[in-house]
């Protein structure tokens, strides 16, 4: 299965990612939605997952969950806003991460694009980075991969001039 992530759109989505997910059959989004127009151009052309993020209003917060867990294939996934990372990890992230002991670990928030095993929990951690225009980041980032039974591979990144 191929999934296109990203995260931190803040109401804007550039047709360039768009096309980079043209291939995906899911599309994840972590969050910092920031309008229904985006989610609603999303599952127009993909099978659509998103949580809500600490910008999204009461709308986004009543279609979409804080955190979702799902299995993708043969992969437990945990999707949240505010995660944290590797070793500094969010105090609400954490605790679900060790009650679930997902393999794959998304959030978005940080603007940074990060991708980082933790040992320690057995899991892989992805950041998309931000694919909007607003925030710090300089380049506007998102990722696609593929899970193929239980392994996650063929990851890429897209970096677009903000």
């Not at 299965?1 to 990203?6: D, F, N, Q, R, V």
Request: hydrophobic share 40%; net charge neutral; proline share 3%.
């Amino acid at each position: 299965m191929k999934i296109g992530l990203l995260s931190d759109t803040h109401g804007w989505l550039d047709p360039k990612i768009a096309e980079f997910f043209k291939e995906c059959d899911e599309v994840w989004h972590c969050g910092d939605i920031g309008d229904v127009a985006v989610t609603d151009a999303l599952s127009k052309r993909f099978q659509l997952r998103a949580v809500y993020g600490n910008i999204d209003g009461d709308l986004l917060r009543r279609i979409f969950p804080r955190t979702e867990v799902f299995q993708c294939e043969g992969v437990k996934v945990m999707m949240t806003h505010i995660g944290g990372y590797p070793g500094h990890y969010d105090r609400k992230a954490v605790e679900v991460l060790r009650r679930e002991r997902p393999k794959l670990f998304v959030c978005g928030h940080s603007h940074i694009a990060k991708v980082k095993y933790d040992q320690v929990l057995d899991c892989l951690h992805i950041n998309p980075g931000a694919a909007g225009k607003f925030g710090f980041h300089t380049v506007r980032t998102a990722v696609r991969f593929e899970i193929n039974g239980d392994r996650i591979e063929n990851l890429e990144l897209i970096e677009l001039e903000k």
